[in-house]
Structure formats: structure tokens, C-alpha cells
């Protein structure tokens, strides 16, 4: 059983910068699929980004593309979101999420692919 605990959010004005961490534990960490998700009120939940296993590749989400970074440290066992020039429409609790390794790059879109999430953490963008 993986357990994922997220930090870092907290209110920024918009073109400010957030660094989110995601910390793993219980599992094997470098063998897993690590995912960014949002969900803002009345909103389903949105993939932004997603990182590899094996690789380190990296997939994002249209509307984050070019301004996050998702990043890992699998010997500190910690995914990470940079997040830079935010924008009030970036609001939103974010999650992480842990899913197999073997999950195709056409997947890492949907949530059901995921077999393990955190708590969330809030991110909110002041205009």
C-alpha cells in the first residue's frame, strides 16, 4: 500500500511561483507512474502532468503546458510540480497520484488509471 502526502500549496498572486512536493511511502516508489491532478469547485478532476518510471518522461496537461514542471527524485522517493507565471484559473485543490509503470502515455490522462492518491493540497491564485 502506497501512501502519498502532498505539500507546498498555499495563495500566490497571479505570475507568482509554487513548488509542490509529493512525498511516497509503503511502496516501491521508482516504479511508479507519478501524476498531477486539479479539481476546482463544481469542476471533475483535471489531469496536468504526468512523469515515468523508467525514463523520467513527461506528459502535460494543455493548459499548463510550457509554465509547470513535474519533476522526481526516486532516491527521496518525492514527485514534484514547479509551477511558475500562475494564473487565477490555476486554483484548484491539486492531488498526486501513483499508478503501475506499465500504464500506456495514453492513459496517464485518465484518473482511472491511478491506483493511489493524496490528500490534496490547495493551491489559490489571487488576481
Known amino acids: 500500500q502506497v501512501q502519498l502526502v502532498e505539500s507546498g500549496g498555499g495563495l500566490v498572486q497571479a505570475g507568482g511561483s509554487l513548488r509542490l512536493s509529493c512525498a511516497a511511502s509503503g511502496g516501491t516508489f521508482s516504479m511508479y507512474v507519478m501524476g498531477w491532478f486539479r479539481q476546482a469547485p463544481g469542476k471533475e478532476r483535471e489531469f496536468v502532468a504526468g512523469?515515468?518510471?523508467?525514463?523520467?518522461?513527461?506528459y502535460y496537461g494543455e493548459l499548463v503546458k510550457g509554465r509547470f514542471t513535474i519533476s522526481r527524485d526516486n532516491a527521496k522517493n518525492t514527485a514534484y510540480l514547479q509551477m511558475n507565471s500562475l494564473k487565477p484559473e490555476d486554483t484548484a485543490v491539486y492531488y498526486c497520484?501513483?499508478?503501475?509503470?506499465?500504464?500506456?502515455?495514453?492513459?496517464?490522462?485518465?484518473?482511472?488509471?491511478?491506483?493511489?492518491w493524496g490528500q490534496g493540497t490547495q493551491v489559490t491564485v489571487s488576481s
Open positions: 512523469v515515468g518510471w523508467s525514463d523520467g518522461r513527461t
Open positions: 497520484a501513483a499508478g503501475r509503470g506499465d500504464i500506456l502515455l495514453r492513459f496517464w490522462v485518465l484518473p482511472s488509471s491511478y491506483d493511489y
